[in-house]
């Protein structure tokens, strides 16, 4: 099968555009959107404590091909994340060392794989944030194609191009492209909100308190 690609055209964010992002959890995102738009508990960062934030670029592949994700890196704009539908396939790893440095070269934000890597040690010391569902050291296959810039599914999660990729430690949220200044005005008032409820809690003032719930019925 050949690797396909769909025309895109999405607005482009700037580095500012962006920037209010990095304090936005996906945690925070996830609340505003009714609980929705979060990946599978399975996607989680392969290096603690990395933070992720910038706009997708889609690939779905075949199961444990990544030649498509090869030809994505190539074509992909710097400042950007590859999300990867790779089916949640976790025994063939469809990204590794080489494709890192590949995508470091190409300046790229970071990538999403509902997949397995390999070559943890080695991205760890470079640096480079992604995001997968398991690791394992069996390598991939080429040739059977897959497609880049359509929309999909990633560990649960519909992403179009050009949507916002938000991740850290708890996993990773996407903010459709065009709700990006409704979500993030409502994602600022989440966490004002938190903050004034932990100033209260330091105070003795239990969030149960404070959400009016019921004292508990005595039993027997």
Not at 163 to 187: C, F, M, Q
């Amino acid at each position: 099968m050949p690797i396909q690609r769909y025309q895109t055209n999405f607005t482009r964010l700037s580095d500012a555009d962006l920037a209010p992002w990095r304090d936005v959890a996906p945690a925070i995102v996830g609340d505003c959107m009714n609980r929705s738009q979060v990946m599978a508990a399975r996607i989680k960062p392969v290096t603690p404590g990395t933070i992720l934030v910038g706009q997708a670029r889609t690939v779905t592949i075949m199961v444990g091909d990544n030649s498509a994700i090869h030809t994505a890196i190539s074509i992909a704009e710097p400042g950007e994340i590859l999300v990867v539908d790779g089916r949640a396939h976790l025994d063939t790893a469809v990204w590794g060392g080489i494709m890192t440095r590949a995508a470091m070269q190409r300046g790229l934000a970071g990538i999403v794989l509902d997949g397995a890597v390999r070559d943890v040690a080695e991205i760890r010391e470079l640096g480079f944030p992604v995001f997968c569902a398991g690791v394992v050291p069996a390598g991939p296959s080429k040739g059977f194609g897959g497609v880049i810039d359509g929309t999909i599914a990633c560990a649960d999660c519909p992403v179009s191009p050009g949507d916002i990729v938000v991740g850290d430690d708890d996993g990773v949220a996407i903010v459709p492209l065009a709700r990006r200044d409704e979500l993030l005005a409502a994602s600022l008032d989440k966490i004002r909100a938190e903050n004034a409820t932990n100033a209260q809690t330091a105070e003795g003032i239990m969030p149960a308190e404070r959400m009016g719930l019921a004292e508990p019925e005595i039993i027997g």
